[in-house]
């Protein structure tokens, strides 16, 4: 008895298989994922403190080399407190036009169930 050859029904499933994964996935752009509001805060806290501490760090270095004791470290202190809350900011703009779609839709979802109620 002659077994039949399993190359055409491996390839069917095969194609079966990338059709159904072409399907499922879709990339979602870093700005299109959703967040909580508790993550973005974690994450903006979490941005501001590597600026100040990286800031910081830099300072006590330098004045460690040069012995300039606390004036590079305050320079440097004040520098990655600028950068935190500019990356804090960018971070914010970057969620924002997702948080205006979904209130938007929100309200839109409001205003039809109210219609429909009388």
Known sequence: MSTPDPKPSLEELD?????????Q?????????????????WRMVTE????LGIGFGIGYG????FG????????????GIGAGIN???R???ETQPGQAA???AEQAQAAKEDSSVK
């Open 15 to 23: 194609a079966k298989l990338a059709a159904y994964k072409a399907q």
């Open 25 to 41: 996935t879709t990339e979602k752009a870093h700005q299109e994922e959703h967040y909580s509001q508790a993550n973005l805060a």
């Open 48 to 51: 501001m403190v590597a600026g």
């Open 62 to 65: 330098l004045d460690a080399l």
């Open 68 to 79: 300039t004791t606390p004036f590079l470290m305050i320079v440097f202190t004040l520098l």
């Open 87 to 89: 990356v804090m900011l």
């Open 91 to 93: 971070t914010a703009k």
């Open 102 to 104: 979904a209130a938007a």
